[in-house]
């Protein structure tokens, strides 16, 4: 089934028919709040931190053509190559030339969602150039041809028992789900590839504009291994990742770790500036930092320009009760959970995208958990409206709500309405429950009982009482 | 919660021209309609000049800082809103930190789970007010509502244009809400109550269901 022609409603409704790999989302997605909340609760400067990233982050955005002029400027003196990507494509394009132009024949990635984004593995592939994944969750969602349901954990939705399974049938081993042991069998594999592999390929978590660094962190040294050992580094970087100096990015990778994974500090945090230098033992021989636009440029001058601060921590996912009770993959976009419903729409656009921003009940925990304090709700309410206003909800939505509008502005026509309202569901309702109501809200009643209105309404009460003689 | 705001001695006025604060449409992204019914309770609520109590916390969320925004480009109504947000409450709010009681003689035999809701939680950041409220109540016993701070999946429209979504964040509550012990279930929003309230009917569950004013007004 193509299911990049499903609805997102649609999409869900087949992940709520999994209720096993619903589970394992639902599972992780706690454990991460847990851990988080142990953290934070260790961390008190972590609140002021917090306003302090957001400052910067804001910052950043507010002069982001000079920051991302000077940071290039930077990579380029340390002895890198910069590229502008505009799209998807001219991205991947310069990726595969790359490869081909430099005889690459094997590729090792560390975890990256712009890569995940423009879908470069495909493009490398289709160019005749093995991709391999180290990040051990992105490995698992490669060898079972899938994309990522979390953007920090991609494979949060697999048990141990599917992982083994996919470990036997693609690593010609005996199934075991035993973690340790599928740690190591990842781990032995993968340790010939980054040793044979000619092209590492990273994300990048901040740029630093003032030194032209790359700041890469990963728990698992992959990273570190992807970007050190093959003799061509290229980092792909979202041109809003960026700060402006070494010392913001003292006060950011805190707030994005302790947010991410409830770790002070994760195990390996990379700062890469420039290739191998004369002399040095280790390094690439060269290093590519491709800076790409993909929308984001557009966002900067919309109502949503905001979501541009997110530094991809996840944490909004794994508050979030939409996601935790379909999982990332119903939302058809590398970025799921609330942060995803706001910048699918805002980088792909509304036309196909108009559904998620709905994908909400503003509950606000995204938030209140966000580290840089986004206002999530008010984003995806912007884009409701913005949706709404290119006449992507549905007619009787529409038209009901103007209908209801009228008759609220009219205090005489909501009474009446309160009592048609009162007489009809008494007399449809058994012991004052109604199982069914008519379409188009007959969704309310697929999931529980709709109440029958009171006989007499507040109001009409009100009006019957005798005016209460008040001690002043 | 106006017998209770009488028995302090507060009078109460009610105005039946008030009809809907427009939250359905603004969080639907209606947002003209959304201003059509915020300038008609701009309007009814500017009457007068005193605190206004809402028993309901999304409701409240709505006036205290949705109007303002809403409104922020209508010159006539920009400063109504702000004014009319400035003394508008929450139920719980209002008692607890407006006048500062929190004991209000009531009595009521129960197990009660107490469900915080999000608008009122996160929005008008009340925390405590409610269960403060509770503890006063003479023959209540308070129980511990697992993961009592996630949403019960309500969001208005939400809860029909995504119905199967809402249903199952639904479940999630219901479990804990079982879990929990509870005879009881007592929330300050009406939004909330309806929904969790159809899900129990559904279930067939014995668990009452009560807005948090209803509970205070029992007097043994």
Known sequence: MNKANLTFYERASDALANPSSLQAIRVGARKFVTHRATAVAAFPEMDTLRDRARLIRAHTLSSLDVFLAEFADNVEANGGCVFWAKNATEANDYVVKLAGAREVRQVVKSKSMVTEEIELNHALEAAGVQVVESDLGEFIIQLAGEKPSHILAPALHKTRAQVGQLFEKNLNTRYTDDLFALNEIARSHLRDIFLSADMGISGVNFGVSESGTVSLVTNEGNGRFTTSVPRIHVALMGMERLVPTLADLAIMLPVLEVSAT???????????????????????????????????????????????????????????????????????????????????????????WHQLPHASTLCGACKEICPIRIDIPRLLLQLRNAGNRAYHSPAWLRTGMRTYRTIAQRPFL??????????????????????????????????????????????????????????? | MVEILEAQGIAVEFSCDQTCCGQPAFNGGFWNDARGMARHTLDVFSRTGDPIVVPSGSCADMIVHQYPELLRDDVEYVS????????????????????????????????????????????????????????????????????????????????????????????????????????LLVASDVGCLMHMAGGLQRRGSEIAVKHIAEILNEQG
């Not at chain 1, 996601?323 to 980088?347: D, F, M, N, R």
């Not at chain 2, 209540?140 to 009592?148: F, G, I």
């Open chain 1, 262 to 352: 409830g770790q002070k500090l994760t195990v390996y945090n990379n700062l890469i500036t420039g290739p191998r230098r004369p002399g040095e033992p280790d390094g690439p021989e060269e290093l590519h930092v491709v800076i790409l636009d993909n929308g984001r440029s557009e966002i900067l001058a919309t109502e949503v320009a905001e979501i541009l601060y997110c530094i991809r921590c996840g944490a909004c996912l794994n508050v979030c009760p939409v996601y935790q009770s379909i999982g990332g993959h119903a939302y058809g976009s590398v970025y799921s959970g609330p942060v995803g419903s706001v910048l699918t729409p805002a980088l792909m656009g509304l036309d196909q």
């Open chain 1, 414 to 472: 909501f009474r009446l309405g309160l009592r048609i309202g009162s007489v009809a569901t008494r007399l449809l309702a058994k012991q004052g429950w109604l199982k069914v109501i008519p379409s188009p809200l007959s969704g309310w009643t697929d999931h529980r009982a709709f109440p029958a209105l009171a006989k007499k309404s507040f109001r009409q009460l009100w009006a019957e009482r005798k005016p209460k003689e008040y001690a002043s």
């Open chain 2, 80 to 183: 109504k809103a702000q004014n009319v947000a400035a003394r508008t409450y929450e139920f719980t709010q209002f008692m607890v930190d407006k006048i500062g009681l929190s004991n209000v003689g009531a009595s009521f035999c129960g197990r009660a789970a107490y469900h915080p809701s999000c608008h009122g939680m996160r929005g008008l950041n009340l925390r405590e007010q409610a269960q403060t409220l509770m503890e006063h109540v003479d023959g209540l016993e308070q129980v511990e509502l697992p993961c009592a701070e996630e949403c019960c999946g309500f969001g208005g429209l939400f809860s029909v244009t995504m119905s199967a979504i809402s249903g199952a964040i639904l479940e999630q509550k219901l479990d804990h809400l079982i879990a929990s012990g509870a005879d």
